[in-house]
């Protein structure tokens, strides 16, 4: 008996030490059945962490305006991820399809934190699109490192049944070929493969009008494909959180894991600002505190505002529940709305067009859902329309005007040059926090991601306001400061050392991204907007 | 003049002639509704379209409409389980606009009883498209007004939408309606188009919007980067914006005859270097106040010696910069929220402009030149049409209610509305007999 066993063991660490190459066999694949490997509660937990390290760093990618897979978000992207220790998937992501041992071992590690991650991120449709979002950046970049035949051999190993175009097919929208398919010279085009597909599957590239379009079928060359695959994939991940929710109860009776997982989960809802705690803002300071804690987004609201009595309907969303969130009552609110409209137009039509509006913003109407305050991610996304004030003024603001603007604003020559080395270069949210040192004469460098932190920050440094602490949260254990302002600690408590600081500082980024992802569930509440439907 | 009286010479159009159209008074309207609701709104086709041939499950009965009614009351998440019903209420609430969402999951008025609420499954791929996004480069008419000149910008979208969706897109069914004041909306019907999930709304209008807007010295300017080599939609839509281009901007709007319209120009070359140097030449060469047309003269000439000239000032990325100007101008200004929102309201079409009177009318794209927004009729006018036409015929009163009612808008201006509309409705209702037969 003793020997049989041995014999059966032997046999099945064989079969693994077989299956690992089999199993991953490239660096590229499509999640598609999850691991039955048995693994380590310890190594579950590293993995996780790993995963979100990586996830991260594409987060942090996606918020500097570079453009996706340009050399610009390559450099960056290899720089983060060699920072954070994370060469070998550095490597997954630009070598070759090597057979080393290690990037096997990568590539395992690839696969099952994945799966891992996609317990703790079903359980939001929030968390899922954030993880889903940057997944794909993920995906999109290690595909991009693939050649030609390794494209063909991956196209076979997921049973992707497309046929190029032949030759005749090809000459016949040649011209419509030759003008609208981006990123690629006329004799280059002339040498691709390329495959016709219903628009639906290419939207990414529909969208940025990279490739042509006739009568509902896109027409997409190889190197395009990626954008094809990763619908995909999408599709693939998609499916997978949800069959994931379905037997998330299951997992959630193994105590070891489910206290993780919820862990992990529990620490990215960031800072809140739909409900102010601290205090109320009487709107008579609102003039004075525009000028001194506004970051220039809202500055710029507040004074088309005042100047023209009016605003529109983004700026209205943008800037209301800004004020929401550093503590304007819905009372003041209405009345501080209503005092400014009104100088243009009678009250009974503030009343009919607007009032339901601020109601509806402060889940007082409609689907009564208390809106949360616009994040930086959500307002640099902004496009603004004739007419508009709002969207992030470092991205929407011509430089010249921008110029003049901070100059108006008393700022010096010199300190507008260091803020506009930043705006011009894509990186708003840097351009607004030296904006914020400048004009606060402050040292440390705030990490901005949203208006209302923003205001926060100002209104801590000149010292109106204390800094926000929870009870379970040691003083001496922060290295940042909005830490400290972030609710919900206690169940942080079983992360331990650098797990934890690493956590936070994923929280921090995660808020941001959180936030700009309710605009969707949101936009469809916004639609009952009274002033929006269109007589 | 308007259209109708050039192409329908006889009965209805000889009545609205004779006297002249009453003005609207918006005072009046709830005493007008009831009688248009029930003598004019043409109810059958209207079901035809939201039915779509009963083609799917739930297509008509879970569909949401919902109400303006007097004093601003918003009635949301209506649905009707047969068109009498919808008819019936219609005609009983008499409300001041008519708005259409999407097909829901299940009975929109369910919606706070169903757990996990109620989603969208299936809604028209919708367009908006305001005049007051026009503002900045028509000199005719500003805000709610809107005239003839202004109108060709409407003319200018329209054309450029259509081809777009059809020639891209390859959708077929897509139905323009006047808005009633200065807008115009458009709804495609087609299928696949009615089963866009949000990420595909969103990719088609944003493929179809190609002006941002940057706020430059504290004005928003629209500007378009073109490229190297310029998109096939683009240069398609050049060919409708540039043959157009002088009779809108320089004739009709004279956009550049004011120091002002000149800076607007201007402000539109997104390159420093050269904008700069474009002011210089320009200032040097014309007074203010010069004709559009010298302006845009010069302008052309400056680009094009500019991009040719060996020493190469301009770098290669104002290759394309007159063509990029025309666009900004011209280009259609869409409200991308309303055609990415998946369950946005929008008012459906033979609804009374509350302020105008004017009637939501269906427009024909190919015919858009000749439409005329301050002809469209009025519902006062519309019902002393039809009140004329009875006296004339006497009929109204001894024929059967049911009968006469359907033909009532016959009787009128309005004929010509619904008459795009039906033409609309056959095509639709051919696709799904051919579909039908398929299987």
Known sequence: MDFHLKKRQRSDIKLEVVSLETKYPHNVMLYKYPPTDDIHIEEFEELALERLRLLRVFDRAATKALRMLSDDWKAYVNAELTREGLRNYLRLCTGGDSKHESDIQTRRRDYISHFILRLAYCRSEDLSRWFIAREMDYFKYKFSALSGPEIKQFLDVVNFSFQPLTEAQKDQVKDGLYESTAGQSVAKIELLDFYKVPFTQVLDLVRSRRCYLKAGFAYVNTHDLVSLVGTKHMDEIEQGLAAAKVFIDDIESDERISRMLKALHNSYVGKDYTVCKDAAVPIESLDQLSKTSYPLCMRMCHEHLRANHHIKHGGRMQYGLFL???????????????????KKMDADKFARSYEYNINHNYGKKGSMVNYTPYSCLKIIKEMAAPGDCHGCPYKAMDPVSLKTKMSSYGLSPSAIDEVMRYATSGHYQLACSKYFMITHNSTTEPTINHPNGYFEESQIVMGNRQKRVTGSQPQQHQPNKLRSAIKGGADRSMMMGNDDDELWRIAETQERTLQSQQELSQAFDDDLDLTEIQY | ??????????????????????????????????????????????????????????????????????????????????????????????????????????????????????????????????????????????????????????????????????????????LWIFSGRRGIHCWVCDQQARLLDARGRSAVAEYLNIINYVTYKGSSTPRIQLGDRIHHSLRRALKFVEPMFEEIILDDQNLFGTPKGVSKLMHIISDDGARNELAVYLQKSHEDG?????????????????????????????????????????????????????????????????????????????????????????????????????????????????????????????????????????????????????F
């Not at chain 1, 009372?331 to 400014?340: G, P, T, Y």
């Not at chain 2, 499954?121 to 007004?145: H, K, N, P, W």
């Open chain 1, 324 to 342: 929401k969130g550093i503590g304007v009552t819905l009372e003041d609110s209405l009345r501080f709305w209503r005092e400014e409209f009104t």
């Open chain 2, 1 to 174: 003049m308007p259209e109708s009286n050039t192409e329908e010479g006889n009965g209805p159009q000889q009545v609205s002639q004779q006297s002249a159209a009453p003005a609207y008074d918006p005072n009046i309207l709830p005493d007008m509704l009831p009688v248009y609701y029930r003598r004019l709104f043409p109810h059958q086709p209207f079901y035809r379209w939201l039915s779509y041939g009963l083609s799917e499950d739930g297509i008509f009965t879970n569909r949401e409409i919902s109400f303006t009614l007097h004093d601003d009351i918003y009635v949301r998440y209506l649905c009707y389980d047969t068109p009498a019903d919808l008819e019936k209420d219609i005609c009983a609430r008499n409300p001041y606009k008519i708005d259409i969402g999407a097909v829901m999951s299940t009975r929109p008025k369910n919606f706070r009883i169903v757990p996990g609420g109620i989603t969208p499954v299936q809604r028209e791929l919708v367009f908006d498209i305001d005049m007051t996004d026009y503002d900045e480069v028509r000199t005719c008419c500003s805000g709610a007004e809107v005239c003839q000149k202004c109108w060709k910008f409407m003319v200018l979208a329209a054309r450029i939408l259509e081809s777009a969706l059809r020639e891209d897109f390859g959708f077929e069914h897509v």
């Open chain 2, 290 to 438: 010069t004709h559009s047309r010298a302006i845009w003269e010069s302008f052309a000439r400056f680009a094009n010696s500019m991009r040719t000239s060996a020493a190469n000032v301009w770098s290669r990325k104002l290759k394309h910069v007159v063509e990029e100007v025309q666009l900004c101008l011209l280009y259609p200004r869409l409200d991308i929220n309303v055609t990415k929102g998946f369950n946005h309201l929008l008012k459906a079409p033979f609804c009374i402009h509350p302020a105008t009177g004017k009637v939501c009318v269906p427009f024909s794209v190919s015919a858009v030149a000749k439409f005329d927004p301050t002809t469209v009729p009025t519902i006062s006018q519309l019902l002393q049409e039809i009140n004329a036409f009875d006296d004339k015929t006497k009929s109204y009163m001894e024929m059967p209610e049911d009968k006469s009612r359907i033909k009532d808008h016959k009787k009128t201006s309005m004929f010509k509305g619904v008459l795009v509309f039906e033409e609309f409705l056959r095509k639709l209702e051919r696709s799904f007999k051919e579909n039908s037969m398929d």
